[in-house]
């Protein structure tokens, strides 16, 4: 003899079926405002392992070796107006509160033989820039010893931008740094100069970016294709 529960609904398909959507948006929507999306990783190792151990000993009494560098290009790299404002993002970005360091042409330091010594100059004084020309200027930064290879191109055709943060250990913190460095290209104007993003940061932040956009595609497909299945 069969089942009564096979025989017999114990309610209406239709209600079945809304009840089950009702219950799976309700826990998805409980989930996106309180699951903590964490890409960092520091996730992915034991706090007690030895790694973990050298490296937070290691950034105890050195810097993070974590960057977000920006590259810039374009025909007027050198001009007054893109080198001020490469100097405007550098400032803006300094001032963000998980920002440790931020290094440009305009603000590293250019040491120069003299007569008697040495001397210590900014690379580019962006409060100068009437002493110079572009072609000068660009000469200057290929001459220095350390901004080729770091800051600019080796053959000066492009200048970058180096944030450093403090020890993070979120990827909303990244993804912070990274929102704040695109809000201060937009407010200098630079948006046609910056042609990359790259470093520890943008990876995370293009990673958790991912992630995110895969799960808003595949948990509500996965709840429709179950409830159509059930259907």
């Given at each position: 003899?069969?089942?009564?529960?096979?025989?017999?609904?114990?309610?209406?398909?239709?209600?079945?079926?809304?009840?089950?959507?009702?219950?799976?948006?309700?826990?998805?929507?409980f989930i996106f405002l309180?699951?903590?999306?964490?890409?960092?990783?520091?996730?992915?190792?034991?706090?007690?392992?030895?790694?973990?151990?050298?490296?937070?000993?290691?950034?105890?009494?050195?810097?993070?070796?974590?960057?977000?560098?920006?590259?810039?290009?374009?025909?007027?790299?050198?001009?007054?107006?893109?080198?001020?404002?490469?100097?405007?993002?550098?400032?803006?970005?300094?001032?963000?509160?998980?920002?440790?360091?931020?290094?440009?042409?305009?603000?590293?330091?250019?040491?120069?033989?003299?007569?008697?010594?040495?001397?210590?100059?900014?690379?580019?004084?962006?409060?100068r820039l009437a002493g110079?020309?572009?072609?000068?200027?660009?000469?200057?930064?290929?001459?220095?010893?350390?901004?080729?290879?770091?800051?600019?191109?080796?053959?000066?055709?492009?200048?970058?931008?180096?944030?450093?943060?403090?020890?993070?250990?979120?990827?909303?913190?990244?993804?912070?740094?990274?929102?704040?460095?695109?809000?201060?290209?937009?407010?200098?104007?630079?948006?046609?100069?910056?042609?990359?993003?790259?470093?520890?940061?943008?990876?995370?932040?293009?990673?958790?970016?991912?992630?995110?956009?895969?799960?808003?595609?595949?948990?509500?497909?996965?709840?429709?294709?179950?409830?159509?299945?059930?259907?």
């Open positions: 003899m069969a089942s009564p529960l096979l025989t017999k609904r114990l309610l209406p398909w239709r209600l079945a079926v809304t009840l089950l959507a009702a219950i799976n948006i309700a826990a998805v929507v309180h699951i903590d999306f964490n890409n960092a990783p520091e996730l992915y190792f034991p706090s007690d392992a030895p790694a973990v151990k050298l490296d937070q000993s290691l950034r105890k009494e050195f810097p993070s070796d974590e960057f977000l560098i920006g590259a810039f290009v374009g025909e007027d790299l050198y001009s007054d107006k893109v080198l001020t404002a490469l100097n405007q993002v550098a400032k803006q970005m300094e001032k963000h509160p998980l920002v440790d360091r931020v290094f440009s042409v305009t603000n590293v330091d250019h040491i120069a033989a003299t007569e008697d010594g040495f001397a210590v100059e900014v690379l580019i004084d962006p409060k110079s020309t572009p072609a000068q200027r660009r000469a200057r930064i290929i001459a220095d010893r350390f901004a080729p290879g770091m800051i600019a191109a080796k053959d000066g055709s492009a200048l970058a931008i180096l944030v450093r943060p403090k020890n993070l250990s979120q990827s909303r913190q990244r993804e912070s740094i990274e929102h704040a460095f695109h809000q201060a290209v937009k407010a200098a104007g630079l948006e046609q100069h910056l042609v990359s993003l790259a470093g520890p940061i943008a990876l995370d932040t293009a990673q958790l970016r991912s992630m995110l956009a895969d799960s808003f595609v595949l948990i509500p497909l996965t709840m429709i294709i179950g409830i159509a299945l059930l259907a």
